[in-house]
Protein backbone atom coordinates (compact mmCIF):
# COMPACT_ATOMS: atom_id res chain seq x y z
CA UNK A 1 0.00 0.00 0.00
CA UNK A 2 1.39 3.65 -0.64
CA UNK A 3 2.14 5.56 2.14
CA UNK A 4 1.98 9.79 2.32
CA UNK A 5 4.90 10.83 3.86
CA UNK A 6 5.52 14.56 5.01
CA UNK A 7 9.03 14.60 3.34
CA UNK A 8 8.79 12.24 0.45
CA UNK A 9 5.05 12.81 -0.26
CA UNK A 10 3.57 9.61 -2.07
CA UNK A 11 6.08 6.84 -1.81
CA UNK A 12 5.59 3.52 -4.08
CA UNK A 13 4.52 0.05 -2.59
CA UNK A 14 8.05 -1.20 -3.59
CA UNK A 15 10.60 2.06 -2.62
CA UNK A 16 12.49 1.04 0.49
CA UNK A 17 14.03 4.24 2.22
CA UNK A 18 18.08 4.24 3.06
CA UNK A 19 18.65 5.86 5.99
CA UNK A 20 22.18 6.43 6.42
CA UNK A 21 23.68 6.45 10.07
CA UNK A 22 26.94 6.33 9.17
CA UNK A 23 27.67 9.95 10.69
CA UNK A 24 25.70 9.07 14.35
CA UNK A 25 26.16 5.12 14.97
CA UNK A 26 28.99 4.68 12.82
CA UNK A 27 30.45 7.76 14.20
CA UNK A 28 30.12 7.09 17.61
CA UNK A 29 32.33 4.01 17.91
CA UNK A 30 35.68 4.27 19.10
CA UNK A 31 38.50 5.45 16.47
CA UNK A 32 35.65 6.21 13.96
CA UNK A 33 35.20 10.21 14.73
CA UNK A 34 35.40 12.24 12.54
CA UNK A 35 35.79 16.15 12.91
CA UNK A 36 33.51 19.03 10.86
CA UNK A 37 34.66 19.26 7.82
CA UNK A 38 35.11 15.21 7.76
CA UNK A 39 31.69 15.41 8.47
CA UNK A 40 30.27 17.62 6.05
CA UNK A 41 32.76 15.58 3.38
CA UNK A 42 30.92 12.39 4.06
CA UNK A 43 27.76 13.80 3.94
CA UNK A 44 27.93 15.50 0.37
CA UNK A 45 29.15 11.68 -0.61
CA UNK A 46 26.05 10.37 1.06
CA UNK A 47 23.82 12.85 -0.53
CA UNK A 48 25.55 11.82 -4.25
CA UNK A 49 25.26 8.05 -3.42
CA UNK A 50 21.44 8.89 -3.12
CA UNK A 51 21.07 7.95 0.47
CA UNK A 52 16.84 9.29 1.64
CA UNK A 53 18.20 10.07 4.88
CA UNK A 54 21.27 11.27 6.76
CA UNK A 55 20.84 10.64 10.16
CA UNK A 56 23.78 13.45 10.92
CA UNK A 57 24.40 13.49 14.45
CA UNK A 58 23.52 13.24 18.32
CA UNK A 59 22.79 17.20 18.50
CA UNK A 60 22.77 16.95 22.37
CA UNK A 61 25.78 14.89 22.68
CA UNK A 62 28.45 17.69 22.37
CA UNK A 63 28.45 21.26 21.11
CA UNK A 64 30.74 19.62 18.37
CA UNK A 65 27.74 17.16 17.59
CA UNK A 66 25.40 20.13 16.91
CA UNK A 67 27.47 22.20 14.92
CA UNK A 68 28.17 19.41 12.76
CA UNK A 69 24.43 18.60 12.44
CA UNK A 70 23.57 21.98 12.30
CA UNK A 71 26.01 22.31 9.57
CA UNK A 72 24.88 19.40 7.47
CA UNK A 73 21.39 20.54 7.56
CA UNK A 74 22.23 24.16 6.68
CA UNK A 75 24.65 22.44 3.36
CA UNK A 76 24.01 19.37 2.12
CA UNK A 77 20.78 19.06 -0.04
CA UNK A 78 18.94 16.46 -1.11
CA UNK A 79 18.29 13.47 1.51
CA UNK A 80 16.40 14.27 4.70
CA UNK A 81 18.10 15.62 7.67
CA UNK A 82 17.89 13.92 10.59
CA UNK A 83 19.54 14.54 14.15
CA UNK A 84 18.99 11.91 17.18
CA UNK A 85 17.38 12.93 20.78
CA UNK A 86 16.44 10.71 23.69
CA UNK A 87 12.89 11.08 25.27
CA UNK A 88 13.91 13.93 27.19
CA UNK A 89 12.42 17.62 26.17
CA UNK A 90 16.12 19.17 26.08
CA UNK A 91 17.52 16.90 23.69
CA UNK A 92 14.40 17.04 21.35
CA UNK A 93 14.95 20.79 21.59
CA UNK A 94 18.32 20.50 20.83
CA UNK A 95 17.84 18.44 17.77
CA UNK A 96 14.84 20.55 16.53
CA UNK A 97 17.26 22.95 16.72
CA UNK A 98 20.12 21.87 15.10
CA UNK A 99 17.84 20.46 11.88
CA UNK A 100 16.04 23.27 12.15
CA UNK A 101 18.04 24.78 8.20
CA UNK A 102 17.40 21.67 6.32
CA UNK A 103 15.17 21.68 3.02
CA UNK A 104 13.62 18.04 4.88
CA UNK A 105 14.16 17.65 8.15
CA UNK A 106 13.67 14.43 11.03
CA UNK A 107 13.58 14.46 14.66
CA UNK A 108 14.72 10.99 15.49
CA UNK A 109 13.61 10.08 19.63
CA UNK A 110 14.43 6.81 21.12
CA UNK A 111 13.77 4.99 24.05
CA UNK A 112 14.42 1.34 25.41
CA UNK A 113 11.65 -0.86 26.03
CA UNK A 114 12.72 -4.03 26.72
CA UNK A 115 12.13 -5.39 30.74
CA UNK A 116 16.21 -5.17 31.17
CA UNK A 117 16.83 -1.72 29.97
CA UNK A 118 13.82 -0.11 31.26
CA UNK A 119 14.27 -1.81 34.84
CA UNK A 120 18.58 -1.28 34.67
CA UNK A 121 19.32 1.19 32.68
CA UNK A 122 16.17 3.82 32.56
CA UNK A 123 14.80 2.64 36.05
CA UNK A 124 11.22 3.61 35.04
CA UNK A 125 7.98 1.69 34.71
CA UNK A 126 6.34 0.37 31.76
CA UNK A 127 3.32 2.88 32.40
CA UNK A 128 5.91 5.92 32.44
CA UNK A 129 8.01 4.68 29.79
CA UNK A 130 4.53 4.34 27.40
CA UNK A 131 3.93 7.78 28.37
CA UNK A 132 7.58 9.08 27.76
CA UNK A 133 6.68 7.78 24.02
CA UNK A 134 3.50 10.01 23.57
CA UNK A 135 5.50 12.85 25.09
CA UNK A 136 8.36 12.71 23.25
CA UNK A 137 6.95 12.36 19.82
CA UNK A 138 4.14 14.92 20.46
CA UNK A 139 6.97 17.05 21.61
CA UNK A 140 8.89 16.57 18.47
CA UNK A 141 5.89 16.80 16.35
CA UNK A 142 5.27 20.55 17.17
CA UNK A 143 8.97 21.26 15.67
CA UNK A 144 8.59 19.08 12.41
CA UNK A 145 5.96 16.72 10.52
CA UNK A 146 8.57 13.66 10.30
CA UNK A 147 9.37 12.09 13.51
CA UNK A 148 10.81 8.84 14.03
CA UNK A 149 10.25 6.59 16.75
CA UNK A 150 12.79 4.00 17.89
CA UNK A 151 12.13 1.36 20.25
CA UNK A 152 15.64 0.58 21.95
CA UNK A 153 16.58 -2.94 22.31
CA UNK A 154 13.03 -3.48 20.69
CA UNK A 155 13.81 -7.42 19.36
CA UNK A 156 14.43 -7.85 23.37
CA UNK A 157 10.90 -6.37 24.21
CA UNK A 158 7.95 -8.21 25.54
CA UNK A 159 5.55 -8.36 22.48
CA UNK A 160 2.27 -6.39 23.80
CA UNK A 161 4.19 -3.61 25.65
CA UNK A 162 6.07 -3.02 21.73
CA UNK A 163 2.78 -3.10 20.26
CA UNK A 164 1.38 -0.54 22.94
CA UNK A 165 4.80 1.65 22.63
CA UNK A 166 4.32 1.60 18.72
CA UNK A 167 0.66 2.24 18.42
CA UNK A 168 1.16 5.30 20.92
CA UNK A 169 3.98 6.54 18.51
CA UNK A 170 1.70 6.61 15.88
CA UNK A 171 -1.05 7.83 17.93
CA UNK A 172 1.19 10.77 18.89
CA UNK A 173 2.20 11.61 14.96
CA UNK A 174 5.35 9.29 14.65
CA UNK A 175 5.81 9.25 11.01
CA UNK A 176 8.29 6.03 10.88
CA UNK A 177 8.85 3.61 13.53
CA UNK A 178 11.86 1.76 13.75
CA UNK A 179 12.59 -1.16 15.92
CA UNK A 180 16.45 -1.63 16.38
CA UNK A 181 18.05 -5.05 17.60
CA UNK A 182 20.42 -2.63 19.44
CA UNK A 183 22.66 -5.48 20.76
CA UNK A 184 22.93 -7.60 17.46
CA UNK A 185 21.05 -10.56 19.35
CA UNK A 186 17.85 -11.29 16.91
CA UNK A 187 18.29 -14.11 14.37
CA UNK A 188 16.13 -13.14 10.77
CA UNK A 189 12.88 -15.16 11.97
CA UNK A 190 12.68 -13.03 14.72
CA UNK A 191 12.49 -10.13 12.52
CA UNK A 192 9.77 -11.81 10.30
CA UNK A 193 8.01 -12.29 13.52
CA UNK A 194 8.16 -8.52 15.01
CA UNK A 195 7.41 -7.16 11.87
CA UNK A 196 4.70 -9.25 11.03
CA UNK A 197 3.39 -8.99 14.46
CA UNK A 198 3.44 -5.21 14.08
CA UNK A 199 1.47 -5.05 10.92
CA UNK A 200 -1.40 -7.64 11.84
CA UNK A 201 -1.80 -6.37 15.56
CA UNK A 202 -0.69 -2.21 15.34
CA UNK A 203 -3.60 -0.14 13.95
CA UNK A 204 -2.23 2.74 11.90
CA UNK A 205 0.83 0.42 11.02
CA UNK A 206 -0.35 0.61 7.41
CA UNK A 207 0.03 4.68 7.42
CA UNK A 208 3.77 4.69 8.79
CA UNK A 209 7.13 3.36 7.48
CA UNK A 210 8.42 1.14 9.71
CA UNK A 211 11.94 0.61 9.68
CA UNK A 212 15.07 -2.07 10.64
CA UNK A 213 17.96 -1.16 12.76
CA UNK A 214 20.86 -4.14 13.04
CA UNK A 215 23.54 -4.62 15.12
CA UNK A 216 25.99 -7.06 13.86
CA UNK A 217 27.14 -8.81 17.50
CA UNK A 218 26.11 -12.30 15.97
CA UNK A 219 27.03 -11.16 11.79
CA UNK A 220 23.73 -11.26 11.30
CA UNK A 221 22.64 -7.66 10.78
CA UNK A 222 22.48 -7.93 6.71
CA UNK A 223 20.51 -11.39 7.11
CA UNK A 224 18.37 -9.40 9.78
CA UNK A 225 18.06 -6.58 7.45
CA UNK A 226 16.50 -8.46 4.56
CA UNK A 227 14.59 -10.70 6.95
CA UNK A 228 12.59 -7.41 7.92
CA UNK A 229 12.06 -5.97 4.75
CA UNK A 230 10.60 -8.78 3.81
CA UNK A 231 8.48 -8.70 6.34
CA UNK A 232 7.15 -5.20 5.59
CA UNK A 233 9.94 -2.91 6.87
CA UNK A 234 10.22 0.18 4.09
CA UNK A 235 13.11 1.83 5.73
CA UNK A 236 16.07 0.03 6.41
CA UNK A 237 19.06 1.73 8.67
CA UNK A 238 22.61 0.76 7.84
CA UNK A 239 25.76 2.51 8.05
CA UNK A 240 29.03 2.86 4.91
CA UNK A 241 31.23 -0.31 5.30
CA UNK A 242 28.87 -1.39 8.17
CA UNK A 243 30.19 0.75 11.22
CA UNK A 244 28.62 1.22 14.42
CA UNK A 245 28.96 0.58 18.00
CA UNK A 246 30.83 -2.73 19.08
CA UNK A 247 31.03 -5.12 15.83
CA UNK A 248 28.95 -2.62 13.98
CA UNK A 249 25.79 -2.26 12.06
CA UNK A 250 24.21 -3.73 8.51
CA UNK A 251 26.49 -2.20 6.24
CA UNK A 252 24.50 -0.40 3.34
CA UNK A 253 26.78 -1.54 0.59
CA UNK A 254 25.50 -5.65 1.08
CA UNK A 255 21.75 -4.32 1.71
CA UNK A 256 21.79 -2.30 -1.55
CA UNK A 257 23.48 -4.79 -3.49
CA UNK A 258 21.75 -8.01 -1.88
CA UNK A 259 17.92 -5.99 -2.86
CA UNK A 260 19.38 -5.52 -6.33
CA UNK A 261 20.58 -8.91 -7.30
CA UNK A 262 17.97 -10.70 -5.75
CA UNK A 263 14.92 -9.42 -6.41
CA UNK A 264 12.58 -12.61 -5.93
CA UNK A 265 13.99 -12.71 -2.69
CA UNK A 266 13.81 -9.36 -1.54
CA UNK A 267 10.76 -7.24 -2.62
CA UNK A 268 12.00 -3.68 -3.63
CA UNK A 269 14.47 -1.27 -4.90
CA UNK A 270 16.10 1.15 -3.42
CA UNK A 271 17.61 4.91 -4.81
CA UNK A 272 21.10 3.98 -4.47
CA UNK A 273 23.33 5.02 -7.20
CA UNK A 274 25.16 2.00 -7.08
CA UNK A 275 28.16 2.89 -9.23
CA UNK A 276 28.89 5.55 -6.21
CA UNK A 277 29.39 2.54 -3.54
CA UNK A 278 33.04 1.93 -3.95
CA UNK A 279 34.22 5.64 -3.90
CA UNK A 280 32.39 6.40 -0.71
CA UNK A 281 33.18 3.49 1.16
CA UNK A 282 37.25 4.43 0.13
CA UNK A 283 36.13 8.27 1.30
CA UNK A 284 35.54 6.93 4.73
CA UNK A 285 38.66 4.60 4.66
CA UNK A 286 40.58 7.40 3.95
CA UNK A 287 38.59 9.73 6.54
CA UNK A 288 38.19 7.81 9.44
CA UNK A 289 42.10 5.60 8.85
CA UNK A 290 40.17 2.35 8.93
CA UNK A 291 40.62 -0.17 5.81
CA UNK A 292 37.85 -2.77 5.01
CA UNK A 293 39.27 -6.19 5.19
CA UNK A 294 40.02 -7.73 1.82
CA UNK A 295 37.19 -10.16 1.62
CA UNK A 296 34.81 -7.43 2.66
CA UNK A 297 31.62 -8.39 0.71
CA UNK A 298 31.19 -5.37 -2.36
CA UNK A 299 33.98 -3.30 -1.58
CA UNK A 300 37.10 -5.57 -0.12
CA UNK A 301 40.16 -5.83 -2.34
CA UNK A 302 39.24 -8.89 -3.14
CA UNK A 303 35.22 -8.97 -3.53
CA UNK A 304 35.66 -9.36 -7.18
CA UNK A 305 39.24 -11.18 -7.96
CA UNK A 306 39.45 -15.03 -8.93
CA UNK A 307 42.07 -16.40 -8.31
CA UNK A 308 41.29 -20.14 -8.39
CA UNK A 309 42.62 -21.55 -12.09
CA UNK A 310 38.95 -23.61 -12.30
CA UNK A 311 37.32 -20.05 -11.66
CA UNK A 312 39.47 -17.88 -13.81
CA UNK A 313 38.54 -20.55 -16.58
CA UNK A 314 34.89 -20.23 -16.32
CA UNK A 315 35.47 -16.33 -15.79
CA UNK A 316 36.57 -16.32 -19.17
CA UNK A 317 34.05 -18.05 -20.86
CA UNK A 318 31.31 -16.56 -18.74
CA UNK A 319 31.92 -13.87 -16.33
CA UNK A 320 28.14 -15.31 -14.54
CA UNK A 321 29.85 -18.76 -14.34
CA UNK A 322 31.38 -16.84 -10.85
CA UNK A 323 30.14 -13.39 -10.64
CA UNK A 324 27.19 -12.55 -9.11
CA UNK A 325 26.91 -8.55 -9.79
CA UNK A 326 29.71 -6.47 -12.34
CA UNK A 327 32.53 -4.82 -10.20
CA UNK A 328 31.26 -2.22 -12.40
CA UNK A 329 27.78 -1.81 -11.17
CA UNK A 330 29.39 -1.18 -7.43
CA UNK A 331 32.03 1.55 -9.08
CA UNK A 332 35.03 -0.99 -9.45
CA UNK A 333 37.00 0.23 -13.03
CA UNK A 334 40.21 -1.59 -14.30
CA UNK A 335 43.15 0.00 -12.65
CA UNK A 336 43.48 2.57 -15.32
CA UNK A 337 46.53 4.77 -16.42
CA UNK A 338 45.65 8.34 -16.14
CA UNK A 339 47.94 11.26 -17.39
CA UNK A 340 51.47 11.58 -17.30
CA UNK A 341 53.57 14.48 -16.15
CA UNK A 342 52.88 16.05 -19.19
CA UNK A 343 48.83 16.46 -18.20
CA UNK A 344 47.40 19.81 -17.51
CA UNK A 345 45.31 21.58 -14.75
CA UNK A 346 42.10 21.03 -16.95
CA UNK A 347 42.96 17.37 -17.91
CA UNK A 348 43.68 16.93 -14.20
CA UNK A 349 40.62 18.32 -13.20
CA UNK A 350 38.59 16.29 -15.83
CA UNK A 351 39.62 13.78 -14.24
CA UNK A 352 38.66 14.41 -11.06
CA UNK A 353 35.01 14.67 -12.39
CA UNK A 354 35.29 11.39 -13.69
CA UNK A 355 36.63 9.97 -10.60
CA UNK A 356 33.59 11.12 -8.77
CA UNK A 357 34.52 14.04 -7.38
CA UNK A 358 32.99 17.56 -7.62
CA UNK A 359 34.27 21.08 -8.22
CA UNK A 360 37.12 21.18 -5.46
CA UNK A 361 37.62 24.33 -3.76
CA UNK A 362 40.63 26.67 -5.93
CA UNK A 363 43.07 25.79 -2.62
CA UNK A 364 42.62 22.39 -3.05
CA UNK A 365 42.59 21.79 -6.31
CA UNK A 366 46.05 24.07 -6.53
CA UNK A 367 47.46 21.63 -3.95
CA UNK A 368 46.10 18.18 -5.18
CA UNK A 369 47.78 18.98 -8.96
CA UNK A 370 50.48 20.45 -7.25
CA UNK A 371 51.28 16.91 -5.70
CA UNK A 372 49.97 14.60 -8.37
CA UNK A 373 52.84 16.76 -11.12
CA UNK A 374 55.36 15.99 -7.98
CA UNK A 375 53.95 12.66 -7.95
CA UNK A 376 54.06 11.89 -12.12
CA UNK A 377 58.16 12.64 -11.88
CA UNK A 378 58.85 10.31 -9.28
CA UNK A 379 56.37 7.75 -10.27
CA UNK A 380 56.18 5.44 -13.01
CA UNK A 381 52.39 5.33 -14.05
CA UNK A 382 50.05 6.92 -12.23
CA UNK A 383 46.88 5.04 -11.81
CA UNK A 384 43.52 6.31 -10.41
CA UNK A 385 43.90 5.00 -7.23
CA UNK A 386 47.01 7.23 -6.55
CA UNK A 387 44.87 9.86 -7.95
CA UNK A 388 42.13 9.63 -5.28
CA UNK A 389 44.32 8.39 -2.41
CA UNK A 390 46.48 12.39 -2.86
CA UNK A 391 42.62 13.93 -3.54
CA UNK A 392 41.67 12.16 -0.22
CA UNK A 393 43.92 13.39 1.18
CA UNK A 394 44.38 16.59 0.65
CA UNK A 395 39.97 17.21 1.51
CA UNK A 396 40.48 15.37 4.67
CA UNK A 397 43.49 17.84 5.97
CA UNK A 398 41.24 20.61 5.24
CA UNK A 399 42.34 23.35 7.70
CA UNK A 400 45.19 21.79 9.49
CA UNK A 401 46.99 24.42 11.67
CA UNK A 402 50.20 21.99 11.54
CA UNK A 403 51.05 21.21 7.68
CA UNK A 404 54.07 19.16 6.19
CA UNK A 405 56.52 21.15 4.11
CA UNK A 406 59.73 18.96 3.99
CA UNK A 407 61.61 15.91 5.16
CA UNK A 408 65.14 14.34 4.81
CA UNK A 409 65.61 11.12 6.31
CA UNK A 410 69.10 9.41 6.45
CA UNK A 411 68.59 5.99 7.38
CA UNK A 412 69.77 1.90 7.22
CA UNK A 413 72.09 -0.36 9.40
CA UNK A 414 75.05 1.99 10.33
CA UNK A 415 73.84 3.95 13.63
CA UNK A 416 70.66 5.84 14.51
CA UNK A 417 68.06 7.44 12.23
CA UNK A 418 68.34 11.16 11.45
CA UNK A 419 66.11 12.95 10.37
CA UNK A 420 65.72 16.98 9.12
CA UNK A 421 61.85 18.08 8.98
CA UNK A 422 60.41 21.09 7.88
CA UNK A 423 56.76 22.24 9.42
CA UNK A 424 54.46 25.29 9.18
CA UNK A 425 52.13 26.03 12.41
CA UNK A 426 49.81 28.76 11.75
CA UNK A 427 51.58 29.83 8.79
CA UNK A 428 54.81 30.45 10.36
CA UNK A 429 57.77 28.34 9.56
CA UNK A 430 59.56 25.67 12.19
CA UNK A 431 62.37 23.38 11.41
CA UNK A 432 64.16 20.68 13.77
CA UNK A 433 66.62 17.62 13.53
CA UNK A 434 66.29 14.35 15.96
CA UNK A 435 67.32 11.15 15.93
CA UNK A 436 65.63 7.73 16.65
CA UNK A 437 65.38 4.23 16.43
CA UNK A 438 64.65 3.72 12.54
CA UNK A 439 63.53 6.56 10.30
CA UNK A 440 59.73 6.99 11.71
CA UNK A 441 61.03 7.02 14.91
CA UNK A 442 63.35 9.49 13.90
CA UNK A 443 60.92 11.42 12.59
CA UNK A 444 58.36 11.35 15.01
CA UNK A 445 60.90 12.65 17.08
CA UNK A 446 61.62 15.90 15.49
CA UNK A 447 57.80 16.59 15.23
CA UNK A 448 58.02 16.33 18.90
CA UNK A 449 60.47 18.46 19.11
CA UNK A 450 58.83 21.28 17.27
CA UNK A 451 55.46 20.44 18.51
CA UNK A 452 55.99 19.38 22.15
CA UNK A 453 52.73 17.12 22.95
CA UNK A 454 51.90 14.54 25.44
CA UNK A 455 49.63 12.19 23.24
CA UNK A 456 50.38 8.13 23.30
CA UNK A 457 51.08 6.64 19.65
CA UNK A 458 48.64 3.36 19.68
CA UNK A 459 48.64 2.68 16.06
CA UNK A 460 50.65 2.24 13.51
CA UNK A 461 50.12 1.18 10.34
CA UNK A 462 50.76 0.52 6.78
CA UNK A 463 49.22 -0.16 3.35
CA UNK A 464 49.92 0.42 -0.29
CA UNK A 465 47.41 2.24 -2.44
CA UNK A 466 48.10 0.21 -5.80
CA UNK A 467 50.62 -2.85 -6.61
CA UNK A 468 54.50 -2.58 -7.30
CA UNK A 469 57.93 -0.60 -5.69
CA UNK A 470 56.95 2.28 -6.27
CA UNK A 471 53.08 2.55 -5.02
CA UNK A 472 52.36 5.16 -2.61
CA UNK A 473 52.30 3.84 0.97
CA UNK A 474 48.88 4.78 2.65
CA UNK A 475 49.31 4.84 6.37
CA UNK A 476 47.40 5.18 9.64
CA UNK A 477 48.38 7.04 12.44
CA UNK A 478 46.49 6.96 16.29
CA UNK A 479 47.17 9.05 19.34
CA UNK A 480 45.32 9.22 22.56
CA UNK A 481 45.54 11.95 24.96
CA UNK A 482 43.48 12.45 27.94
CA UNK A 483 40.58 9.87 26.89
CA UNK A 484 40.80 11.18 23.55
CA UNK A 485 41.39 9.29 20.61
CA UNK A 486 41.83 10.13 17.04
CA UNK A 487 43.35 8.77 13.79
CA UNK A 488 45.35 10.41 11.14
CA UNK A 489 45.98 9.27 7.43
CA UNK A 490 48.50 10.20 4.70
CA UNK A 491 49.57 8.68 1.54
CA UNK A 492 52.67 9.48 -0.32
CA UNK A 493 55.72 7.12 -2.46
CA UNK A 494 57.70 7.59 0.18
CA UNK A 495 56.29 6.00 3.42
CA UNK A 496 58.53 8.37 6.08
CA UNK A 497 56.64 10.90 4.69
CA UNK A 498 52.94 9.24 4.56
CA UNK A 499 53.83 8.64 7.94
CA UNK A 500 54.66 12.22 9.11
CA UNK A 501 51.49 13.49 7.32
CA UNK A 502 49.08 10.78 9.23
CA UNK A 503 50.88 11.70 12.36
CA UNK A 504 50.54 15.34 12.06
CA UNK A 505 46.86 14.52 10.52
CA UNK A 506 46.06 12.73 13.82
CA UNK A 507 47.74 15.86 15.68
CA UNK A 508 45.48 18.40 14.06
CA UNK A 509 42.20 16.45 14.95
CA UNK A 510 43.52 16.46 18.63
CA UNK A 511 44.08 20.05 18.79
CA UNK A 512 40.05 20.47 17.30
CA UNK A 513 39.15 17.87 19.69
CA UNK A 514 40.83 19.81 22.55
CA UNK A 515 38.44 22.71 21.69
CA UNK A 516 35.85 20.91 22.42
CA UNK A 517 33.97 20.00 25.38
CA UNK A 518 33.40 16.41 26.76
CA UNK A 519 30.63 14.52 25.11
CA UNK A 520 27.47 13.39 27.14
CA UNK A 521 26.60 10.00 27.87
CA UNK A 522 25.04 8.90 25.18
CA UNK A 523 22.26 6.40 26.02
CA UNK A 524 18.77 7.20 27.03
O1 LIG B 1 20.93 0.58 18.25
C1 LIG B 1 20.04 1.36 18.63
O2 LIG B 1 19.11 1.00 19.35
C2 LIG B 1 20.16 2.75 18.20
C3 LIG B 1 18.98 3.62 18.46
C4 LIG B 1 19.38 4.91 19.06
C5 LIG B 1 18.20 3.80 17.20
O3 LIG B 1 21.13 3.13 17.61
ZN1 LIG C 1 22.31 1.41 16.79
Known amino acids: MTIQHPNFGEIADD ?33 ELGVDVIEAGFPIASPGDYESVESIARLIRGPVIAGLARSAPADILRAADAVRGAARSRIHTFISTSPLHMKYKLRMEPEAVLQAVTDSVTLARHHTDDVEWSAEDGSRSDSDFLCRCVEAAIRAGATTVNVPDTVGYALPEDMTRIFTMLRERVPGADRVILSTHNHNDLGLAV ?93 LKNAATYEIMTPESVGWAKTSLVMGKHSGRAAFRDKLKTLGYGELGDNALNDAFRRFKDLADRKKTVYDEDITALVDDEVVRGKD ?28 AHAASATGDGPVDATFNAIHAIFPHQAKLTLFSIGAVTEGTDAQARTTVRLEEAGKMVDGQGADTDTIVAATRAYLHALNKLLVKRERTEPQALSA
Open 401 to 428: RIRFVALDVRAGSRGPAHAELELEIDGV
Open 223 to 315: ANTLAAVAAGARQIECTINGIGERAGNAALEEVAMAIRTRPDAVPGRVGIVTERILMTSKLLSTITGFDVQPNKAIVGRNAFAHEAGIHQDGM
Open 15 to 47: RIIIFDTTLRDGEQSPGFSMNLEEKLRMAEALA
